[in-house]
């Protein structure tokens, strides 16, 4: 049964179903359609086509899992006679209230349809079950309840297959909380939420990286790229019932001098100071961090229940704690050579421009420390690194070449400008592997892409993920250019992280689309599950540029001889990779091929269990070829930081099992025999 109050909740919305549009809401729409067509990278075209792809766009980003909207809906909204461009110029947002309205009563239709859904006692009996990415928009009433039938079961096998509770019952009605949740807050600020929606699928018809930003989701994502940051010193995870719960306390931090949180303490509600903005109904991981990190809130009123089932209230004032996740440390392989390792999770910069503590720097002090204990070689480990500031990437060019331009990006009319590293002289000039994947991007792939053609490193692990834009955040007002976005803006209703860039390497070709491929390949078993830029279809091209760059790169690696010795080590494991490679195509084929009953869905999720833990043991090893150790500096300054010890004896363990850390190690041994 639904809790009353949100009975209550849905009930007044039915009562004013039309979409009230502002002002306000209208000026958004303008100033936003005014910074992309004058900012954006591409030029924008306007015919029918455009008009119809942001129409399409538009019913992806109301309804992405097709759950809404039935085939006649989605016809009604691309004939309807509304566009962002036209409002920018008439000022009206009339078609965009059609649209609007047409939404919220689908919401609340999808609302009714998922109250009525009751639990199958025996779910090894419930229909048969289509395992899709996508599902069409059903053709009426009768298939779409039938398609969200199909998606509470399917995740509900999933979530019992994977989770500690294996009480179907329990999971299905968690799902069945979440999708009145997500409806609950989609009401709840519905017209905000709705502009955020259509300006998101009008930047998306430019490109798959412009997108709106609140301030709230401003906030976490120059958080996440940055060594420091506000932050209350505790985390939350969600536990087998549903709960939100304390996950970790950092030592030191608001939450831990406080003495009151426990980890598995159930978190109730927050109120930023002294304003409600959730509750336990309808809290999500996304929904908390966004609150957790809103620059708006610096006092936030924590309400958790106690193992003991009391329940307290502790305030916290957040305060600057760094970010151990983003924080460069040096480490030893020692064996028969000594070789440096060092991990750049993110290409992140200072939240304090007085205090240079950006990765580049980072680089620099772990380079210098690992230089004073006489390393040999060097891996840098770009791997899962989804890019960042390319002021940071260009810095760090420059820590492994002398001088030199180690980069091009073109501006939206055409005009060329270099990416250079102006400081003379190197921190390290030594034998050079750089460790990639698929999840390897944006800064990540100028670095090792600059690396690479200078021929300044062996470019080890799989093809990057190929995206070769550059954004910036602007605010979403009618003058963006005299606003510094650094200063607190009051009314700013958004942000617009939008594409400025293109880049491109040294060689005039670009890694957009077109991804750095490595010089050594390592076998990678869910390599071709892996999205990429080449799926995105309103990606930007992928094309050269003619312009001319002029550089001296360093002497050819015996690059054949190394991929040999490669190849002979890494044979079994690439056999075994190819194998699970091939299953898990096969196992994607079977599941968008036909519908399948519960068991056999089982069975599948049975095989998926299988190749992950096979997935695991493929890439874990053990060896006795080196030891991994702190430098000398490291241990002296961590020793009296508990939090700082935590982590790096969490990472020392993960990297004693990696077998990729482990066939860099040996491609540089054979790059220092071969030097002899």
């Not at 910074?35 to 015919?47: A, E, F, G, L, R």
């Not at 009296?640 to 190690?665: C, F, G, M, T, W």
């Amino acid at each position: 049964m639904k809790p009353i109050g949100v009975l209550i909740f849905i009930v007044g919305f039915t009562l004013q179903m039309s979409a009230q549009f502002t002002e306000k809401h209208c000026k958004t729409i303008r100033d936003f359609v005014h910074i992309m067509q004058n900012y954006h990278y591409v030029q924008p075209t306007k015919n029918e086509n455009s008009n119809l792809n942001f129409k399409q766009n538009t019913l992806e980003f109301l309804d992405p899992s097709h759950i809404l909207f039935t085939k006649n809906d989605s016809i009604e909204v691309i004939n309807m006679n509304f566009d962002v461009e036209q409002i920018s110029k008439i000022g009206s947002c009339s078609g965009m209230k059609q649209v609007a309205t047409l939404y919220k009563r689908c919401l609340m239709r999808t609302d009714s349809l998922v109250n009525s859904l009751v639990f199958t006692e025996n779910i090894s009996l419930s229909p048969m079950l289509k395992v899709t990415d996508k599902q069409v928009f059903a053709n009426d009433f009768r298939e779409l309840k039938q398609q969200l039938t199909n998606s509470l079961y399917l995740q509900t096998l999933t979530a019992t297959h994977f989770s500690v509770s294996t009480d179907a019952r329990l999971q299905f009605e968690k799902i069945k909380t979440n999708y009145q949740c997500e409806i609950k807050r989609e009401l709840s600020d519905f017209e905000n939420r709705f502009i955020e929606d259509i300006l998101n699928a009008y930047a998306y018809s430019y490109d798959p990286h412009t997108t709106f930003f609140s301030a709230s989701e401003k906030s976490l994502f120059e958080t996440i790229l940055q060594s420091n940051s506000f932050s209350y010193g505790i985390s939350f995870t969600e536990d087998e019932q549903g709960n939100i719960t304390v996950d970790d306390i950092v030592p030191g931090g608001p939450a831990w001098r406080s003495m009151q949180f426990q980890e598995g303490d159930i978190l109730i509600s927050l109120m930023p100071e002294s304003a409600v903005i959730a509750d336990s109904l309808c809290f999500d991981i996304e929904t908390i961090y966004q609150i957790l990190n809103n620059p708006d809130y610096h006092i936030i009123k924590f309400k958790i229940k106690k193992k003991n089932e009391e329940i307290i209230e502790i305030s916290l004032v957040n305060e600057v704690l760094e970010n151990n996740e983003n924080n460069i440390i040096g480490y030893i392989l020692s064996g028969e050579n000594r070789t440096g390792y060092v991990r750049i999770p993110d290409f992140y910069s200072s939240a304090n421009d007085s205090v240079n503590t950006g990765c580049s720097t980072d680089l620099t002090r772990a380079l210098i420390d690992m230089k004073n204990e006489n390393i040999e070689s060097l891996i840098v480990d770009l791997r899962n690194n989804t890019g960042g500031s390319v002021e940071e990437a260009k810095q760090m060019c420059g820590l492994f070449i002398d001088y030199g331009v180690i980069g091009l990006y073109a501006e939206r009319d055409g005009k060329i400008i270099y990416l250079k590293d102006n400081n003379k002289g190197t921190i390290y000039s030594g034998p050079l592997v750089i460790l990639v994947n698929e999840y390897s991007a944006s800064a990540s792939e100028i670095f090792a892409s600059a690396m690479q053609d200078y021929r300044r490193a062996v470019i080890v692990g799989t093809k990057t993920y190929g995206k070769g834009t550059a954004q910036v955040i602007k605010p979403v007002t009618d003058t963006p250019e005299k606003i510094d976005i650094v200063d607190v803006i009051v009314g700013i209703p958004g942000y617009l992280k939008i594409t400025v860039n293109k880049m491109y390497r040294i060689t005039g070709k670009t890694h957009q689309l077109n991804a750095v491929m490595p010089d050594i390949e390592l076998p990678s078993s869910f390599m071709g599950a892996a999205s990429n830029e080449s799926q995105n279809i309103n990606a930007i091209d992928g094309n050269p540029t003619e312009k001319k760059v002029y550089y001296t790169p360093f002497a050819p690696f015996p690059t054949a001889e190394l991929i040999k010795n490669s190849e002979q080590r890494c044979a079994s494991w690439r056999w075994s990779s190819d194998s699970l490679f091939g299953e898990w195509q096969m196992f994607c084929d079977l599941n968008h091929k036909q519908p399948v009953s519960p068991v056999e869905y089982s069975k599948l999720l049975d095989e998926i269990t299988r190749m992950i833990q096979a997935q695991v043991l493929l890439a874990e090893m053990t060896h006795s070829d080196f030891e991994i150790i702190e430098t000398k500096k490291n241990l002296n300054t961590n020793k009296l930081n508990p939090v700082a010890q935590k982590y790096i004896q969490k990472h020392i363990e993960d990297l004693k099992k990696d077998r990729y850390i482990y066939e860099s190690y040996k491609i540089l041994q054979d790059m220092l025999m071969m030097q002899k």
